[in-house]
């Protein structure tokens, strides 16, 4: 099974004063996608510069020419579907077409809260998304929608000409929960995993796979019981979130290790963030660019 290799760029530098030449040096490397957080702020990076992801996401798309584009993921945690919708347009238009939408269900943070509303439920982050999801599935679809929801609704939303991509970019849904897997074998085109948060500080290596293993099959079955092929999604693994987030880039060799069995979970897709000092992120560049540019041929 092959296996591509893309990479997360945070928007906290300037375009001016080092992000442009990050994309396009993503480019340079031959990764398979770049992608960037859609949030308002994250966690240590709270106090520091954050950029928006859809203003961050269409320089990139005209200052590169191959390399996919997309979020990892936005929420409904401070977007509409309407307005997301005629944005994203925009972006598969700039970008010729190269532009894949992470969603997922959002959490707490900084951005459940930062509207001056109360932070949702896990049970109404789940109720939203599952109203959201649809509606923006229709309305990257449809010249002209009219919805009315308990959250969201459309007045005859009109998103002429639409997506440069048919029938509209690809969603890689963001999911490990019951409802939100339904949500990815229905609308997804690629699904999006970080692992299992459980396991972030005192789990193992080994304990990590085995819950990447069952939320793949339970993907499986979130397909068969639809009567859709789990092989037609893509598999995403955002690293950096398992217990061997300390040591994947610490060399070619942790990382093909690392790469390689995943794959045989059935993983199609990893993708590292680009290293940033002094954060939970820090990595040594030149490693990280050989991984970027050897680590897939490696692996055989």
């Known amino acids: 099974m092959s296996l591509r290799l893309s990479t997360v760029i945070l928007p906290v530098h300037r375009w001016h004063e080092g992000g442009r030449e990050r994309w396009q040096r993503a480019e340079e490397l031959g990764f398979h996608a770049a992608y960037t957080y859609d949030h308002l702020s994250w966690r240590s990076f709270r106090d520091g510069p954050w950029f928006g992801a859809l203003p961050t996401l269409t320089a990139a798309a005209t200052a590169t020419e191959r390399l996919r584009l997309g979020t990892l993921v936005t929420s409904p945690n401070f977007r509409h579907p309407v307005t997301l919708a005629k944005e994203l347009i925009s972006l598969d238009d700039i970008s010729g077409g190269r532009v894949t939408l992470g969603i997922g269900a959002g959490g707490n943070g900084f951005d459940a809260t930062v ?43 009109r998103n002429v000409p639409g997506c440069v991509q048919r029938p509209r970019l690809p969603f890689a849904v963001a999911a490990t929960g019951p409802r939100g897997l339904k949500l990815a074998a229905r609308y997804g085109q690629a699904w999006v995993t970080t692992g299992d948060p459980k396991l972030y500080e005192d789990g193992t290596p080994e304990q990590s796979v085995e819950a990447l293993r069952g939320q ?39 990382f093909v290790d690392f790469a390689g069995r995943h794959r045989e979970l059935g993983f199609t897709e990893i993708v590292v963030h680009w290293p940033i000092a002094d954060s939970d992120f820090a990595a040594d560049q030149a490693v990280f660019e050989e991984i970027a540019t050897e680590a897939l041929g490696r692996l055989g």
Not at 142 to 152: I, K, P
């Open 115 to 157: 509207l001056g509303q109360e932070p949702w439920t896990p049970r109404e982050r789940a109720d939203r998304f599952g109203e959201f999801l649809p509606l923006l599935d229709r309305l990257l679809t449809e010249d002209a929608v009219s919805h009315t929801g308990t959250h969201y609704s459309a007045d005859e939303a």
């Open 216 to 254: 793949v099959e339970k993907l499986g079955k979130a397909c068969a019981d639809i009567g859709r092929d789990v092989a037609e999604l893509d598999k995403v693994l955002l690293t950096g979130f398992t217990p061997d987030r300390n040591t994947l880039l610490g060399s070619v060799e942790a």
